[in-house]
């Protein structure tokens, strides 16, 4: 692959602005956890192979199991997930394939009644914040580090 520009060097304004954004999601309820599997699973519908790499090693050194992490693309057909994770992983497929069909009424609903108005919203920020950052690793074309 063709090496492409890096978005911190040549705006640096910007990708202050994104880690502005990782920092409020730090700083939010959302379990560390649940953020991981937020971005692994956006990642893997997303084709980024440098999130992927970065946050499967994130979940393992939280203790996540290889199961659940190697599962991830095949949750729904497992009960390796939790009721609150099976919630939150269908409000990351929705937002982050907003273009089928955007968060339906019904997934929406169950985080909401599961997490409450403030950790859903949480979340879709979670959501979104990697959905961001996988644009920009795919779009110059970062490798994963080994």
């Known amino acids: 692959m063709t090496k ?3 978005i911190n060097q ?3 304004a910007a ?3 994104m880690l ?3 920092q409020y999601i ?3 309820e959302l379990e560390a956890a649940h953020k991981e ?10 084709g980024c192979a440098f999130c992927l790499n970065m946050h499967t090693k994130d979940a393992r050194k ?3 199991s290889e199961e659940k992490i190697y599962l991830l693309n095949a949750w729904k057909e497992t009960s390796f997930y939790t009721p609150a994770e099976k919630a939150l992983l ?3 497929e929705e937002v982050t394939l907003i273009a089928a069909g955007g968060l339906s009424d019904a997934t929406y609903a169950e985080a909401v009644a599961r997490f409450g108005e403030q950790y859903t919203g949480q979340a879709i920020m979670a959501i979104v914040a990697i959905n961001g950052w996988n644009r920009i690793a795919i779009s110059t074309r970062l490798e994963p580090a080994l």
């Open 4 to 6: 492409r520009i890096n």
């Open 10 to 12: 040549s705006e640096p």
């Open 15 to 17: 990708y202050k602005a």
């Open 20 to 22: 502005g954004l990782e």
């Open 26 to 28: 730090a700083g939010t």
């Open 37 to 46: 599997l937020i971005k692994i699973r956006a990642s893997q519908l997303n």
């Open 62 to 64: 939280l203790g996540m």
């Open 90 to 92: 269908a409000l990351t």
